[in-house]
């Protein structure tokens, strides 16, 4: 999706009504929803939201969508509520003024290492109520585990089918992933996977075991090597299912080792397409991309339900493999159908790699089972830990949106100094955007800035920063009553002030309850 060209405008000429923001438009809304942002007037655009400034603070730029306005210099004392609904702000485990990580498995410390200890509190549990965030590899997390005050959840890898996504996307809870932070590893072991189903090494090694064990070691070995024969990989050709970072990364050295590489993906991005060797054949379907394949490398998420990816690799797609085809799966064990690989490997020469454990093939004498290995890589680890870290950062001191599985990337420049950041989260239905600035306009509160996006037809986002001076000489500001108007009208699921202590200022509406 792409974005309409900077547009600059002068201010509205009403100085009590400008709209000092306006929705993030991408082509494919406009194209199906909204009149074409070109043709629009700026006083048609300043028309949408009603907020109070003064003529003369008012210098509007519009940027990507979103309108900036210069900040009034003075900067008067803020209240907002904070440990009112049934927080501990006397427990031991609790520090004020930091953001608290609570952490599953072992976590890379240098990776956590990115989070400054100055704001950050790290720990694997904390006292109801109290963790801010959750960092996590492996585990499979439960909702009774997340802590009504969690804004955000990271997942340190790829895949996030251990996480309950569409369950955090109704409590207005974003998901985040490291995309490409263990794409080396994995491509590696792929890459090792093509040696294993290319020749039986490990039953090579086990065999010489044995013969050790007996002593029989070097009577044996000439005589015995037979049985283990191979091929070679040049010249034969890998078909890549699923060309994203890993996918990318394997066709790029399947092919410098040789081989002739086919690919398939419909969702392939402009970025990953420019990182494939010249040389791939992009097909249209999985059977066409497989059927002369001597090797099939399976690099896509698990998504359930109907139209997803569970047993993709079935009875219809494995008749269409080569009789002495090797499957490759370094995804996700449930994209393959045990039962219909079994019969393959029954019948025939073929082979399965997989890092999964499999209940039906795990002692199949044409399988070779790993315990899912493919990011555990001390650099892997690191790297999808920092990259979390960083993302979970960029969210609770920023608001920034990005590599999220489940909410619209969003990201406002810096907030200008003495102004407030708050955020919004919302369901994805119609008026609330206008809802939203009408609560800002009742409080008398000027919007510098703001940006609102959506995914799907489940959540919205909105960033919006704010002058907190409100009258000429206004010593103080109460954001009390604004926040909880905001956060308990319909649709709305949380809202946060990114201001002051680090950790404060998050509100939930929790089945029409108000929790802050």
């Excluded at 000092?20 to 909204?34: F, P």
């Excluded at 702000?89 to 990115?114: C, M, V, W």
């Excluded at 998901?175 to 794409?183: D, E, L």
């Amino acid at each position: 999706e792409s974005y309409y060209p900077q547009t600059q405008h002068k201010p509205n000429t009403n100085p009590t009504q400008t709209l000092v923001s306006c929705r993030y438009h991408t082509t494919r809304a406009i194209a199906s929803s909204c009149t074409p942002l070109m043709n629009l007037q700026p006083t048609m655009l300043l028309s949408t939201t009603a907020a109070r400034v003064s003529r003369a603070s008012l210098a509007s730029v519009t940027r990507r969508g979103f309108t900036s306005t210069k900040v009034i210099a003075g900067i008067p004392t803020v209240h907002y509520d904070h440990f009112v609904s049934g927080w501990d702000e006397n427990d031991e485990a609790y520090t004020q003024g930091k953001f608290h990580i609570q952490t599953f498995n072992k976590i890379s410390p240098l990776g956590l290492a990115r989070f400054p200890a100055s704001n950050y509190e790290i720990a694997d549990d904390y006292p109801k109520n109290n963790a801010h965030a959750i960092l996590l590899r492996s585990h499979k997390l439960q909702e009774s585990e997340i802590d009504v005050s969690v804004r955000a959840i990271a997942r340190c890898g790829a895949g996030t089918n251990n996480v309950p996504v569409a369950r955090m996307t109704e409590l207005g809870i974003p998901v985040f992933n490291t995309p490409g932070a263990n794409a080396n590893a994995v491509k590696e072991l792929v890459l090792c996977g093509l040696f294993l189903g290319s020749r039986r090494l490990i039953d090579g090694i086990n065999h010489m075991k044995k013969l050790g064990e007996q002593g029989l070691q070097k009577e044996r070995v000439e005589k015995d090597k037979a049985m283990f024969g191979g091929r070679e990989i040049a010249g034969k050709t890998l078909a890549i299912i699923g060309m994203g970072h890993i996918g990318a990364a394997t066709a790029r050295e399947a092919s410098a080792l040789g081989m002739e590489t086919v690919g398939y993906d419909p969702g392939l991005s402009i970025e990953s397409a420019l990182k494939l060797p010249r040389e791939i054949k992009i097909m249209d379907s999985i059977s066409s991309a497989v059927a002369k394949a001597d090797y099939i490398s399976l690099n896509i998420p698990y998504i359930k339900g109907e139209g997803g990816t569970h047993g993709i690799i079935g009875k219809n797609v494995i008749s269409d493999f080569k009789n002495d085809a090797v499957l490759l799966n370094f995804a996700r064990g449930e994209l393959v159908d045990s039962e219909a690989m079994k019969e393959f490997l029954d019948r025939g020469n073929g082979r399965y790699i997989s890092d999964f454990p499999d209940d039906l093939l795990w002692n199949h004498k044409n399988a070779i089972i790993l315990p899912h290995l493919g990011a555990s890589t001390e650099e892997a680890e690191e790297t999808a830990a920092a990259m979390a870290a960083d993302t979970i950062q960029d969210y609770l001191e920023r608001g920034t949106v990005r590599n999220s599985v489940n909410f619209p990337a969003a990201a406002l420049p810096e907030r200008q100094k003495g102004s407030i950041r708050i955020t919004v989260v919302n369901k994805n239905v119609p008026g609330m955007l206008a809802a939203i600035s009408e609560v800002f306009a009742r409080h008398k509160i000027n919007i510098i800035q703001q940006i609102n996006t959506s995914r799907g037809a489940a959540v919205a986002y909105n960033v919006i920063d704010i002058d907190p001076v409100v009258a000429d000489g206004a010593t103080e500001i109460n954001l009390k009553d604004l926040q909880k108007e905001l956060t308990m009208h319909e649709g709305v699921l949380s809202s946060r002030l990114i201001f002051g202590k680090a950790g404060a200022g998050y509100a939930r509406n929790i089945d029409g309850e108000y929790f802050v």
